[in-house]
């Protein structure tokens, strides 16, 4: 009973610590003093700003936009990667796959760096399209190391089969190898979206001027000092983040209990 | 379903994407420009051997390392009571501790400046209750808690999934043959957790050793780690040469403490680096 006790106050001391930080955020967004010491009443005006704010939509829109251009194309390239590797001899495999790790295990600012490098190397422009080239070439990895594992699960004979009765390669590998390795590639798309969505230390390193994600444009407002449209920004994310993931959280629970009563 | 060329779009691309700007690193850090034209040379990293520079090393390592046991004094025992039976609602617990990590990182390391600077909530309720002032941000103490704040998670994640999988039989055949609580976690526990162990140190250390944001941010620009200064060297400075054999130093020390690491980590399926 006593140990139980403790640990709920652990739990409870952990999550005041993880929590207390967003929510002084969110409270001090209604806030209608600029200074963080001192309330002066409730005014909904940061959000107005915030609305209104041309940079922060600006960003919003780069966000988005990279996030859904990166994840599609990185998704195709790596499913098409993972397929055509998982075919190759066993030392070029593992080459491949090595070189797969390198963005992986590298830290963020040495890949950022050293795109950015390669974009001025090659006299790019530094803007939105060398921003989505480093988007694309840091989720590939990761729509690899997810749908290689599927296929690795796959069953040989089935495609052989499909072939037997008479399809032909491409239908089945549109029917058959597709819809096996699914749950893979749509794992590495949502993990490859969320990371776009995400990412500061690449995106900042390899994007130029006029174009900034959300994450840059946070940083260079943090570094300026406070910014009570930051505390607007961050309780609008910090309810999509939340209802994201009551929703999620929801629909699993149901396919968990509709397996369980088949 | 045997066709190898739908892999070449990607090798084409992890070549021109991955290979070459590694390769162009490399190459900037072992040259420099003389009047004769682009020569090898190693004075960058003689450079940094400078104490200026070597300070800055070693306090990114000693930072980073500080971080890392506070994650792990507090980690591991939320999630020995992640793992535990008797919590109730244990899947909405493990939702709510893994929810701040969604927030924006920039998001939440800009929340603790808020709390700590000088008008800050914090230093406001001490001058309420009488007490004075406390200078809480730009400070050692304040880049550790942002580390620790946003990598906790990382560290009790992988803890918890392998404390999770432990075979209960085991703790119970212990404990007929007579062990204790502590021993239990000594000769069973600990040692079955230390995978996870591992990878959270893995995970806590390597984002602590080269953030630039969180030492920008809350150590001001005092508290320079070496990733501010690769940083500088690329937007400010613009001494390409010494910030890539900055970058290579870097990824030498990831590469050894990933290396050390994974001698521990015997479950490792092969295909990684190491």
């Known amino acids: 009973m006593v140990t139980r006790l403790m640990k709920k106050f652990y739990i409870l001391i952990i999550f005041a610590f993880l929590y207390a930080p967003i929510f002084v955020l969110i409270v001090f967004s209604f806030n209608n003093s600029k200074s963080r010491g001192n309330w002066n009443g409730f005014t909904l005006k940061w959000y107005m700003e915030l609305l209104r704010d041309r940079q922060i939509l600006s960003a919003l829109y780069y966000t988005v936009i990279i996030a859904i251009i990166s994840s599609l194309i990185a998704t195709i390239i790596g499913t098409m990667a993972a397929i055509g590797i998982h075919n190759m001899s066993k030392w070029k495999q593992s080459l491949i796959m090595n070189i797969t790790y390198l963005p992986v295990l590298n830290p963020d600012i040495v890949t950022g760096i050293s795109l950015m490098i390669l974009f001025i190397f090659m006299k790019m422009q530094l803007g939105f399209f060398s921003m989505l080239l480093a988007h694309i070439t840091f989720n590939i990895p990761y729509v690899i190391l997810s749908v290689m594992p599927k296929l690795k699960q796959l069953n040989k004979h089935l495609y052989e089969a499909a072939l037997d009765l008479g399809a032909t390669p491409w239908y089945a590998f549109k029917r058959v190898i597709i819809p096996e390795i699914m749950p893979g590639i749509i794992t590495g798309a949502l993990l490859a979206f969320t990371l776009s969505l995400d990412d500061f230390v690449i995106s900042f390193f390899t994007t130029g001027s006029g174009v900034s994600n959300l994450s840059i444009t946070i940083y260079s407002m943090a570094r300026r000092g406070i910014n009570p449209e930051i505390n607007a920004l961050s309780s609008l994310m910090f309810i999509s983040v939340l209802s994201l993931l009551i929703i999620i959280n929801k629909r699993m629970s149901k396919d968990n209990s509709v397996k369980e009563n088949a | ?274």
Not at chain 2, 241 to 257: E, R, T
Request: hydrophobic share 55%.
């Open chain 2, 1 to 274: 379903m045997k066709q190898r060329w739908i892999a070449y779009p990607y090798i084409v691309w992890m070549v021109i994407f991955i290979l070459v700007p590694l390769l162009l690193v490399v190459f900037y850090s072992v040259t420099t420009v003389t009047d004769e034209g682009i020569q090898f040379s190693l004075e960058h990293f003689k450079r940094f051997l400078e104490p200026v520079y070597l300070i800055v090393l070693l306090r990114s390592i000693y930072l980073a390392f500080i971080s890392t046991v506070i994650c792990l004094v507090l980690g591991y025992p939320m999630a020995m009571i992640l793992a535990s039976k008797d919590i109730s609602k244990k899947q909405f617990i493990v939702l709510l501790f893994i929810l701040p990590m969604w927030m924006n990182f920039l998001l939440r390391t800009y929340a603790w400046m808020t709390l700590l600077e000088n008008s800050g909530l914090i230093n406001t309720f001490l001058s309420f209750i009488g007490l004075p002032n406390l200078n809480l941000l730009y400070n050692h103490q304040a880049v550790v808690l942002g580390m620790v704040y946003n990598f906790l998670p990382f560290m009790v994640l992988p803890i918890y999934s392998v404390l999770s999988k432990i075979d209960k039989s085991i703790i119970e055949a212990a404990q007929d043959l007579g062990a204790n609580n502590f021993i239990v976690f000594r000769r069973i526990i600990f040692p079955l957790s230390l995978p996870g162990v591992m990878s959270g140190i893995t995970m806590v250390f390597m984002p602590s050793v080269t953030t630039f944001v969180i030492s920008r941010l809350l150590g001001g620009g005092q508290y320079t780690l070496i990733g501010n200064l690769i940083e500088q060297q690329f937007l400010y400075v613009g001494d390409w040469n010494f910030g890539s054999a900055l970058s290579v130093i870097l990824i030498i020390i990831i590469l050894l403490s990933m290396g050390v690491m994974s001698k521990y980590d015997k479950e490792h399926e092969g295909g990684g680096l190491w």
